[in-house]
């Protein structure tokens, strides 16, 4: 099991990015798939998670109304569309897997930066 998050970088107060998390050795729609951040010196936080049953969709009250999660079954892949961005967006986000007979995220990806800075 793989996942490995990219679409990372420098973006100005206002502006967009669409993180995406490609997984391998399990399919997206079998598992339910969450975004975490963790900015520097503080506690890493949900901030979007994707049920695997319903398709409903949680959002941290943080990024509500500006962050969007989907997947692509096809090609395996979850994205985070994060819209007016602003720097306290700032932070390492990951990708997880959920297993749900043990209530826990098991699987994660290395991260990638979103810096949000003019």
């Known amino acids: 099991v793989q996942l490995v998050e990219s679409g990372g970088g420098l973006v100005q107060p206002g502006g967009s990015l669409r993180l995406s998390c490609a997984a391998s050795?399990?399919?997206?729609?079998?598992?339910?798939i969450g975004w975490f951040r963790q900015a520097p010196g503080k506690e890493r936080e949900g901030v979007s998670v994707?049920?695997?049953?319903?398709?409903?969709?949680y959002y941290a009250d943080s990024v509500k109304g500006r962050f969007t999660i989907s997947r692509d079954n096809a090609k395996n892949l979850l994205y985070l569309q994060m819209n007016s961005l602003k720097p306290e967006d700032t932070a390492v986000y990951f990708c997880?897997?959920?297993?749900?007979?043990?209530?826990?995220?098991?699987?994660w990806g290395q991260g990638t930066q979103v810096t949000v800075s003019s």
């Open positions: 994707r049920s695997r049953y319903d398709g409903s969709t």
């Open positions: 997880a897997k959920y297993l749900a007979s043990w209530g826990t995220w098991d699987y």
């Open positions: 050795g399990f399919t997206v729609d079998d598992y339910a």
